[in-house]
Structure formats: C-alpha cells, structure tokens
C-alpha cells in the first residue's frame, strides 16, 4: 500500500488527485474481501449458547445442504454467509449478509436472504406468541417459494452435529469466485424490480 495520503482535512477540500488516489486504495482494499469473509466465517466457530452447533457448523451445514441439493454458486455462497450479521446485528442479521452479497449476486438471491430471518420465524415464533405466518405479507411474491424453501430445506435443518458437514475449505473457492467478481457487474447484478 502507498504511503502517500489526501492533502485535505475536510472532505470538501479534495482535488481530484486525492480522490483517484482514494479510488486506487479502495479497489485495492476491496480485492481483500474474499479473504476477510473466510475470516469472519472462521471467527463464528465458537459454540452458540443452547444450540448444539456453532454458528460455523450451522453456516457450513446450510451450504453443504445446499450444494447437496444442486443450488448454483450464487445461493450455496449466500447459504454459507446468511448468518454473518449475527454477532453486530442480533435483531436484524439478515440485511446484513444481504447488503454484502448485493453487489455480487443477482437480486433473487439478495432478497432471499434479507428475507430468510421473517421466513425462518415460521419454524418458531409461534412457540413465542408470535404469528407465524408473517411471512404471509409476501404471499403472491415471485420470490416466495425460493425464501421458503432456502430456510425449509437448508436453514432450518441445519442445527444437526451429525450431518456429514463440508469443511470452510470446501467453499473457499467459491468464496473468492463470487467476491472476487467486479463489485456491481451488470452480467451478474440485474437491475430488475422486486
Ligand atoms: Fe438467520
Ligand atoms: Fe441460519
């Protein structure tokens, strides 16, 4: 990395030159996230009090599960990263591994996992006194039975220690293609209405 810095102290004070350079060291910064996702999924491999597998195991189990099932690259590496907000964001985790697989996948597959924390409610809220069938207020939605199905078959299955779970080394690759692509690329990012 260049030792060089920006000339100003308030942003509304930079040339051009300042902020190409800014350019150049976020592009940089960037090419790092496949690496610093593996890391994040790394670090969740500590036991989740009361479940009987870590939050690792879990991510693992929803991908292997998904993978197993035929799903593309897209969806196996959403699987794999869908609870990564759990540890910052324990009230709303869902648009966060949304927000950071958005500029790589294509839309269904966001929506699918900003939306897997209301449709994986349906398994257990209702022990809660919560509605169920919240999920419900999407009925007619072209994306409702991918939701649905991504938490039936992989979420919510996959608290189990005696599933034949990948290894995170299984899925790196696949980590570093699908973050490793051009941040916003319209071949994978379709711009079309949800
Ligand atoms: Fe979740
Ligand atoms: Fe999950």
Redesign the pocket.
């Known amino acids: 990395m260049s030792a060089k810095t920006v000339s100003f102290l308030q942003m509304k004070d930079g040339t051009q030159a300042d902020y190409l350079l800014l350019d150049r060291s976020e592009r940089d910064f960037a090419r790092g996230l496949p690496d610093r996702i593996l890391e994040t999924l790394h670090r969740l491999d500590h036991s989740l009090e009361g479940y009987r597998v870590s939050r690792l195991e879990?991510s693992l189990q929803?991908a292997t599960r998904a993978e197993a099932d035929g799903a593309d690259e897209e969806m196996i590496v959403a699987a794999l990263i869908?609870?990564v907000g759990d540890e910052l964001a324990p009230y709303n985790h869902a648009e966060i591994a949304a927000g950071i697989l958005r500029p790589y996948v294509r839309p269904e597959v966001t929506w699918v996992v900003a939306q897997h924390s209301l449709f994986?409610s349906y398994y257990y809220v209702h022990h809660l006194g919560g509605d169920r069938n919240a999920r419900d207020r999407f009925k007619g939605h072209r994306w409702f039975a991918v939701c649905a199905d991504f938490c039936e078959r992989w979420?919510q299955a996959s608290f189990d220690p005696g599933y034949p779970t990948k290894p995170l080394g299984h899925f790196e690759p696949l980590v570093r293609r699908i973050f490793g692509r051009d941040a916003h690329d319209p071949r994978y990012v379709k711009a079309v209405a949800e």
Do not use: E, P
């Open positions: 879990h929803t869908h609870d994986q979420d």
